[in-house]
Structure formats: structure tokens, C-alpha cells
């Protein structure tokens, strides 16, 4: 690829500016439509908003986001307010209740967006065209718009329209096979991480199709498909397979003795030592002895691998998490614990950097969320509360698109928002 | 520009971008292993000139692992599957940070880069006078993005960060499990990926604010604090009802049924080959299928499909809380019915009904899937020494121009005459001085390292090496 020389994609060098402090959040002046419902799209408008882009979500009038629905809720008494999935997902966002099957909702959302840089999504395929708000229409009326689908197995292809969960998608994707014990079934990871990773894929790139909209002028439609999000990270095992022809399946908690989970006194402790952290690990365990032995020979360990495991495990499970970190901080190995959620809201390298943020909700009250996942100079990153359902609507439309109370009185009666 | 494309819209023709988004973006990469080249993957896929910086004396360890296993071939670290998928799309040379010809020539590609993403131990890049403030001397309005696994700075600033270790202290293993059991690690690095991911972003976020207000930017993405963001639903609820996540195998709070179900083994004949290339270690036959009711509706789709109109009339399991209640009886139903006949076909007969299946994909099956190659996802790609291979696509699908493989992953030191002589403005003379020194090569030199370098190296063995670099 030749490339040539500007600073920026327009051939412009920016001056230098003074070194920035903490506030001021990079994201700040950007306008960004939200359509997203449930996990993927949220999580990625979440972070837009979060680092300072202004976010409109869009919610259905009566309902809103299917995620007010899904809980866990307090005490686990259903809320469309206090659900800790939409708290969570949503947070810094405005929401403006919109409906878009409605002739004067769809025009409405045209000039939402016309006026914002982009567009994010994440309905089945067939929806935005079945709304007359497909990719066309929208690069229609404003050219500069970007515009991020994430869909369960992208845009096109025979899956296009195939019914997914997080489970089913967590299969799909590949990352399944390889979790979980050899002797039992494939293993789904916790959570809902198979819609989190692409919606962490739907905030870059957005973030980067945005970047090339003000280069060149002109926004395009970003496809971004859960399943190969996925696909594309299936670390060595991807590219064995694709090149080598060969497979990979579930290497379990113990991959290798000096790499696994090891039950101890009073729980679980991780043991991850590559080669050159292993005369540490006998350090640790009290056997610099077998630094001399044939358990130093990494060619051996592989041979004798339940001999080392039986050594570790003995000296494990005499031990308590408490006395393992501790001899893994000494002697500078990975030995470590597994802290349950209450733990980490009290680990003090978390405390020490003021990693976890509350946020005070109307509604749900004082909750603690996680604060940056990566800092700007020290910071950029700021949360505010999930919205009501709602709460927005009238200052948006009334704000950028000039709307006055009779308008909106009567958008209301005709149940448009 | 904005106001221009707007413009250009308002006849009715809607222009098409070119170039893609990051074009003109130039990247240093002195990233290594998997976290830092998955952002690099990501943001040269998306168009960036990225240059990936290795050090004469110590390579990419992911090459030095995988050439341990190729054996006696020419130029094994070029052949590498693993290296060569996450570093397409890159240019790259070797020069010999250690030594101060070296640092000087990275510090003329910092003039005339816009960014530069480093994923050393805390303190490495320091210690060869090559931290912020310098870089930024050089170049003030650089976007420098570090990727600790803790943190720069405090009690967690020399905390090793391999894969399992940022998946552990960011809080997810514990939510990972079969029921009743421990902590579960996952198949993956899985720490990895989603930290390129959010560090990919993390860059394009400081150089949107650059190009607004001119500012230069220090980044600092920690891994384990990405991780931690991947878990805030479960952190909430603790908040709100002071309960810890319980480990639910491959059931769900409120779908039932919910889980991964045993299908047709594959025969012997045709198992797949499990192991390395020239490392054959077994094979496989199991195959196995997902399923999940979402709703009433699709219980009774699965009931038809799996032949039982009975289930779906009893009053029992009409509703989600008696099928949860009775999750037990219904799985050995269902496993039954999955066990004769492929994942494929389970998969298949479900999605035609509506209910949210999928066959559990292992790498070597994901390389046939029928709808990733409809798509057009894996792309071929020749290299000057491995040859012709596949690999993984662009994940950002822009409409236009359609993001592709235009170069394949650099040979060791390949692009050292274009790179240093085109951008940093060396003539054949002094190129020819450095590679006589040994400051940039064409081949990995094995010499005794400085503190520094050793301090750096990130030597793994090739399973091992999934890690990220810290």
C-alpha cells in the first residue's frame, strides 16, 4: 500500500496545542443516533457516549429497550427503570421515544440524521429496510453519515436470518469448542460476552468510519457480523486451521501443569508460568532444588506433565489464596487468586487509581459501575445515568430540530413518541 | 470536508468513499504476541500504514515459538500461521532498540507518524529514553497508546499480564463454569483480543480529538480494566442485591431449555486432525449443538421439530419457569433427539422453525462454513516465503471501498530500505552502516542482549505464547 505522506487523511498538519488535562473528553461534538436495543449495540454506544459523544437512543414509545426487561432487578422485582442490564448498557444516553413505523416518526429520524455524525444499529437485517431506513436512504440525506450495523451473522449469507442468542452465537463463532473440559460438553463463557465483543468492534469502529466520514467527506455502512468477530479470534487455533488444516478443541482449566487452575486450602489459584517464569515458580513452592533436575527441562516437563502436577497440586492445596499471592508477589510469578466480584469493588490497586465510579440513578439509586477501560492523559472518561424512558424527548426534538410544545403535544396524542 | 460531502449528496447521487477510513493514517507498532498486533490487524485493515517494529535480537515471540516447531526449513519465522494472520496488512522491519543508532532511526519514523502503540513491561521503553515525554519532543501531537495489563503506574505497575491472568483479576473466570464447579478459564486468550479491540478504538478516539483541537495524547488501556467493563451487568447486581454471580454451566437465568447437546459423533475416517502442523496429537469426532428457547412460541417450534407434539400440549412446560424447573428432563429429551443426526442438521431443522440454534464450530469446521464463505470472510493471500494461505477477514465490512488484504504479513526486516530511506530520509550509505552494525538485518541475531532487552524479550513456548506480551 503506498501511502504518502500527510499528517491527516486531508493533507492537513494540525498544530501542536498546549498538553491537555484531565477533562475534556475526545468524543466531545459528536452527535451519534442510536437504534441499538438489548446487549452488542449498547455496549458500543455506551462507550461513544462515555468518552463524550452525545448519544440519542431511540426507544419504542410504551416499552423502550427490550433490555428495561431483562433484569436482574432489585430484590428481582421486574422494573423497566431499574433493570441492570439497561442501567449498565446505557449509561450517559438520551432517550428519546420515537415510533418508527410511524410515517411522521420515520421523517423525524431522517432529520435526526441529518444532523448526526453517525448511525448505529443493531436490528435483524430485515428490519431497517422493512422501516424505509436502509443504508440508501440514509446516505441519501446526509452523505457524511456513517452508519454501523451489528448483526448476529452479518448482512448477507445464507445464516443472514437465522434466530441468536449469546449461546448460539458463542457456538458459531468458535470460541466454544475450545472452552471447557475435554471430557464434558463445550462451555459458554459468562455473561454475555459473545454480544460484548462485538459490540466493543461496534465502538472502534465506528470511531474509525467516523474518522474517514470527516477525511473524505463522505460515511459508509460498516457490517460488522457477531460471529466473525468472534472468528477472527481464535488465537493460534484460527490460523492452524486455516493453514495447516488442522484442529483444536477444549485444553480445559490445565493446558499444561505450569499453566492452569489448581484447587488450594480455601478455593481456586491460577498458576501461569512460561518457560523462563518457571525457576521462579520452584522458588515460590520451596524447591529451588529441582532447578538442577530434569523438571527444569521444559522438553521433559511436557513429557512428565502429570508429575509436575502432582508437585504443584501437593504444595497447592496446602496453601491458602492468601499465602499464594503473597509468595506470587515475592517471587515475581503469575500465582494468583480468583477475587469474586465483592473482592475486586475492594482490590486496591483498583481503589488506588479510583477505577469504579458511582452513579446515581432517579430510579435504581446509588449503583457502582466500572470506570475506563483506557484513559486519555489521565482521563476522558465520564458516566451519567441511564435515562428514563423517554426523558429526552421533547428537549431533542424540541433542541435540534426546532419543534415547538404544539408539535409535540400532537406527536404525542397520535402516539408517534 | 463535512459540509462538502453534504453538498455533493444534495443532487440525489450519493457519492461512495474511495479510500478507506484510516487512509493516511501512519502507525508505529512495537507491539508483540496477540494483544497488541489484534489492535494493529484491526487499524491496517481499516486502512492505516502500520509499521511494525521487531527487535533485530529479539523478534516477535510468536515467530521465535512457532519456528521452534517447523523444525529445519528455510527462514522458519516467516512461516509462521500464527504470526502471519494477526500482522497482514503491515509493513515491518527489525532494528536493534538497545542500542542508540536504533533509537535514533525509530525517533525519525516518530516525526512523520501519527501514532505508536507499545505493549512493553512498564518501564522498558523508559529505560531506552524512549518514553512520552520524548516521543512527544519529537513529535507533539503524537498519539502514543500503551497497553499494561494492570496499570503504568502503583502497586500494579510490574504485575505480569498473560492472557488467563487478566481474564482471572478481571473478574470473569468466576463467571465461567459448569455448575457446581469451579472457575473455568476460557479456550482463548481471551483478555487479548478484546483489549486490541478497545485499544484499536482507544487510537482512533485521541486522533479525532487531535484533529479537533491539535493535541498530541498519552493512552493508556489496561487490560484488566477492559475486562472488568466486560462484566458491569454482574457488578450491578451485586450492587443492588449483594449476590455473586452464580456459575451456570451453559443454562441461562430465565431461557429454558438452554444448553449444548451431544450430536452425531463424525466418523472415525473422518475425524479431524487435532495438533500442529508436523505435531499430529489425536483426533476428534464429538460434534455438538446449541439450542435456546427464548419464548413460548419457540418451545413449541422445538417440540414439532423434534417430534414430541405431546411436550408442547402439556401444561407443564408451557411457560418458561416450569420448563426451568424441569430443565433436567427436558435436555435428556432433547440430547436424545440431537444425538442422530449431525450438528448441521440439527442446526438446520431448528432455524427453519424459528428457534435459535447453532452446531458448535471448531476452528478447522469454521474454515468450511458454508455462510462465512457465501460471505466472502476468509480471503487468500500470497507470501514471498510461506506461500499461498488463507486467512481470517476484515471484521469492519465498510461498504466502500471494500476493506482487503493488499499486503501479506512482512518477512523479518523486509520493509528496513523502503521504511527508513522513503520516511526517515536515510541514504544507502547509512542504511548500509546500520545493517554492517547490525542495528536493522534481515535475519534474527542471536547476541548477548542488554539488561534492557532481556528485561523486554517476551520468550514463550508456542502454547504458551497465547498470552499477551505482559
Known amino acids: 500500500m503506498t501511502v504518502d505522506t500527510a499528517w491527516n487523511g486531508d493533507g492537513s498538519r494540525l498544530a501542536a496545542g498546549p498538553r491537555p488535562g484531565a477533562e475534556g473528553r475526545p468524543l466531545a461534538g459528536l452527535t451519534i443516533l442510536d437504534l441499538t436495543q438489548q446487549v452488542a449495540?449498547?455496549?458500543?454506544?455506551?462507550?461513544?457516549?462515555?468518552?463524550?459523544?452525545?448519544?440519542?437512543?431511540?426507544?419504542?414509545?410504551?416499552?423502550?429497550?427490550?433490555?428495561?426487561?431483562?433484569?436482574?432487578?432489585?430484590?428481582?422485582?421486574p422494573h423497566p427503570e431499574r433493570s441492570a442490564r439497561f442501567l449498565y448498557l446505557n449509561t450517559g444516553k438520551q432517550s428519546v421515544t420515537l415510533n418508527l413505523k410511524s410515517r411522521a416518526g420515520r421523517t423525524l429520524l431522517l432529520e435526526l440524521a441529518e444532523r448526526a455524525d453517525a448511525l448505529v444499529e443493531n436490528f435483524p437485517p430485515r428490519v431497517l429496510p422493512s422501516l424505509g431506513l436502509d443504508w440508501p436512504v440514509l446516505h441519501a440525506v446526509n452523505p457524511a453519515l456513517v452508519v454501523v450495523s451489528i448483526t448476529d451473522y452479518g448482512q448477507t449469507g445464507p445464516y443472514r436470518d437465522f434466530a441468536g442468542t449469546n449461546l448460539t452465537l458463542f457456538a458459531a463463532g468458535g470460541q466454544m469448542s475450545l472452552t471447557g473440559e475435554p471430557d464434558r460438553e463445550p462451555l459458554v463463557n459468562g455473561g454475555t460476552q459473545a454480544l460484548l465483543q462485538a459490540g466493543l468492534h461496534g465502538f472502534s469502529a465506528t470511531l474509525a468510519a467516523v474518522y474517514g466520514a470527516q477525511t473524505h467527506g463522505l460515511g459508509t455502512w460498516v457490517d460488522i457480523s457477531i460471529q466473525e468477530v468472534q472468528t477472527a479470534a481464535l488465537e493460534g487455533a484460527g490460523p492452524n486451521a486455516l493453514v495447516n488444516g488442522m484442529d483444536a478443541t477444549r485444553a480445559?482449566?490445565?493446558?499444561?501443569?505450569?499453566?492452569?487452575?489448581?484447587?488450594?486450602?480455601?478455593?481456586?489459584?491460577?498458576?501461569?508460568?512460561?518457560?523462563?517464569?518457571?525457576?521462579?515458580?520452584?522458588?515460590?513452592?520451596?524447591?529451588?532444588?529441582?532447578?538442577?533436575?530434569?523438571?527444569?527441562?521444559?522438553?521433559?516437563?511436557?513429557?512428565?506433565?502429570?508429575?509436575?502436577?502432582?508437585?504443584?497440586?501437593?504444595?497447592?492445596?496446602?496453601?491458602?489464596?492468601?499465602?499464594?499471592?503473597?509468595?506470587?508477589?515475592?517471587?515475581?510469578?503469575?500465582?494468583?487468586?480468583?477475587?469474586?466480584?465483592?473482592?475486586?469493588?475492594?482490590?486496591?490497586?483498583?481503589?488506588?487509581?479510583?477505577?469504579?465510579?458511582?452513579?446515581?440513578?432517579?430510579?435504581?439509586?446509588?449503583?457502582?459501575?466500572?470506570?475506563?477501560?483506557?484513559?486519555?492523559?489521565?482521563?476522558?472518561?465520564?458516566?451519567?445515568?441511564?435515562?428514563?424512558?423517554?426523558?429526552?424527548?421533547?428537549?431533542?426534538?424540541?433542541?435540534?430540530?426546532?419543534?415547538?410544545?404544539?408539535?409535540?403535544?400532537?406527536?404525542?396524542?397520535?402516539?408517534?413518541? | 470536508m463535512a459540509d462538502d460531502g453534504r453538498s455533493g449528496g444534495t443532487d440525489g447521487v450519493a457519492r461512495e468513499a474511495t479510500l478507506p477510513p484510516l487512509y493516511g493514517v501512519r502507525i508505529i507498532d512495537l507491539t508483540m504476541v496477540w494483544a497488541g498486533p489484534y489492535a494493529t490487524r484491526l487499524l491496517a485493515d481499516a486502512g492505516a500504514d502500520v509499521i511494525k517494529i521487531e527487535g533485530v535480537t529479539r523478534p516477535d515471540s510468536i515467530r521465535t515459538s512457532g519456528a521452534m516447531a517447523l523444525g529445519g526449513v528455510e527462514r522458519p519465522f516467516d512461516r509462521v500461521a500464527y504470526f502471519n494472520e494477526y500482522n497482514r496488512n503491515k509493513r515491518g522491519l527489525a532494528l536493534d532498540l538497545s542500542r542508540p543508532e536504533g533509537r535514533a532511526a525509530l525517533l525519525r519514523l516518530v516525526r512523520v507518524a501519527d501514532a505508536l502503540i507499545e505493549n512493553f513491561r512498564a518501564g522498558v521503553l523508559e529505560g531506552w529514553g524512549l518514553g512520552p515525554e520524548r516521543l512527544l519532543a519529537e513529535r507533539p501531537d503524537l498519539v502514543i497508546v500503551s497497553m499494561p495489563g494492570f496499570a503504568k503506574r502503583g502497586s500494579e505497575r510490574d504485575l505480569a499480564g498473560y492472557g488467563p491472568t487478566i481474564e482471572q483479576l478481571g473478574g470473569l473466570i468466576q463467571l465461567t463454569g459448569y455448575p457446581g464447579d469451579g472457575p473455568e478459564k476460557s479456550g482463548i486468550s481471551y483478555g487479548d483480543p478484546i483489549a486490541g479491540t478497545m485499544a484499536a478504538g482507544a487510537m482512533i478516539a485521541a486522533l479525532l480529538r487531535r484533529r479537533r483541537t491539535g493535541q498530541g495524547a498519552v493512552v493508556e488501556v489496561s487490560q484488566r480494566d477492559n475486562m472488568l467493563n466486560m462484566i458491569g451487568e454482574a457488578v450491578l447486581d451485586?450492587?443492588?442485591?449483594?449476590?455473586?454471580?452464580?456459575?451456570?454451566?451453559?443454562?441461562?437465568?430465565?431461557?429454558?431449555?438452554?444448553?449444548?447437546?451431544?450430536?452425531?459423533?463424525?466418523?472415525?475416517?473422518?475425524?479431524?486432525?487435532?495438533?500442529?502442523?508436523?505435531?499430529?496429537?489425536?483426533?476428534?469426532?464429538?460434534?455438538?449443538?446449541?439450542?435456546?428457547?427464548?419464548?413460548?412460541?419457540?418451545?413449541?417450534?422445538?417440540?414439532?421439530?423434534?417430534?414430541?407434539?405431546?411436550?408442547a400440549e402439556d401444561p407443564r412446560y408451557a411457560q418458561a419457569l416450569g420448563r426451568y424447573e424441569r430443565q433436567d428432563e427436558l435436555d435428556a429429551i432433547i440430547a436424545n433427539w440431537t444425538r442422530q443426526r449431525s450438528d448441521d442438521e440439527a442446526m438446520t431443522l431448528l432455524q427453519a422453525a424459528g428457534v435459535p440454534a447453532a452446531a458448535v464450530r471448531t476452528p478447522l469446521a469454521q474454515t468450511r462454513d458454508p455462510h462465512l464463505a457465501e460471505r466472502g470472510f476468509y480471503r487468500e493471500i500470497e507470501h514471498p516465503v510461506a506461500g499461498r494461505y488463507r486467512v481470517a477477514g476484515p471484521l469492519w465490512n465498510v461498504s466502500s471501498p471494500r476493506p482487503e488484504i493488499v499486503r501479506p504479513a512482512p518477512v523479518f526486516g523486509q520493509h528496513r530500505v523502503e521504511v527508513l530511506g522513503d520516511l526517515a530520509g536515510y541514504d544507502a550509505e547509512a542504511l548500509a552502516e546500520l545493517e554492517r552494525e547490525q542495528v536493522i538485518g534481515d535475519e534474527p541475531v542471536k547476541r548477548p542482549a542488554t539488561p534492557a532487552a532481556n528485561d523486554a524479550a517476551a520468550t514463550a513456548s508456542p502454547r504458551e505464547a497465547t498470552g499477551g506480551r505482559r
Not at chain 1, 427490550?66 to 433484569?71: I, V
Not at chain 1, 525457576?279 to 502429570?306: C, K, M, T, V, Y
Not at chain 1, 475492594?346 to 483506557?374: C, D, I, M, S, T
Open chain 1, 41 to 77: 449495540g449498547p455496549y458500543a454506544t455506551r462507550l461513544l457516549a462515555a468518552y463524550g459523544a452525545t448519544v440519542i437512543k431511540i426507544e419504542r414509545p410504551g416499552s423502550g429497550d427490550p433490555a428495561r426487561a431483562a433484569g436482574p432487578f432489585p430484590g428481582d422485582v
Open chain 2, 238 to 311: 451485586y450492587c443492588m442485591n449483594r449476590r455473586l454471580p452464580e456459575r451456570r454451566g451453559n443454562r441461562h437465568r430465565w431461557m429454558a431449555p438452554h444448553g449444548c447437546y451431544p450430536s452425531l459423533p463424525l466418523p472415525e475416517a473422518e475425524g479431524r486432525p487435532l495438533g500442529r502442523a508436523g505435531q499430529p496429537t489425536g483426533v476428534a469426532t464429538d460434534r455438538w449443538v446449541t439450542i435456546a428457547v427464548a419464548t413460548d412460541a419457540q418451545w413449541q417450534a422445538l417440540c414439532r421439530v423434534i417430534g414430541r407434539p405431546d411436550l
Open chain 1, 252 to 417: 480445559g482449566n490445565q493446558p499444561r501443569a505450569t499453566w492452569g487452575i489448581y484447587p488450594c486450602a480455601d478455593g481456586f489459584v491460577g498458576c501461569w508460568c512460561m518457560d523462563q517464569n518457571v525457576p521462579d515458580l520452584f522458588r515460590a513452592i520451596g524447591r529451588a532444588d529441582l532447578l538442577d533436575s530434569p523438571f527444569r527441562d521444559q522438553r521433559w516437563r511436557g513429557e512428565h506433565n502429570e508429575e509436575v502436577a502432582t508437585l504443584l497440586l501437593g504444595f497447592f492445596v496446602e496453601h491458602t489464596q492468601a499465602e499464594l499471592r503473597e509468595l506470587g508477589a515475592r517471587h515475581r510469578v503469575a500465582i494468583g487468586v480468583m477475587p469474586a466480584i465483592d473482592e475486586l469493588l475492594r482490590w486496591p490497586g483498583l481503589l488506588e487509581k479510583g477505577f469504579w465510579q458511582e452513579v446515581e440513578h432517579p430510579e435504581a439509586g446509588r449503583l457502582v459501575h466500572p470506570g475506563p477501560p483506557f484513559r486519555i492523559d489521565g482521563g476522558g472518561f465520564a458516566l451519567a445515568p441511564a435515562p428514563l424512558l423517554g426523558q429526552h424527548t421533547e428537549a431533542v426534538l424540541c433542541e435540534r430540530l426546532g419543534l415547538g410544545a404544539e408539535e409535540i403535544a400532537d406527536l404525542r396524542e397520535h402516539g408517534v413518541i
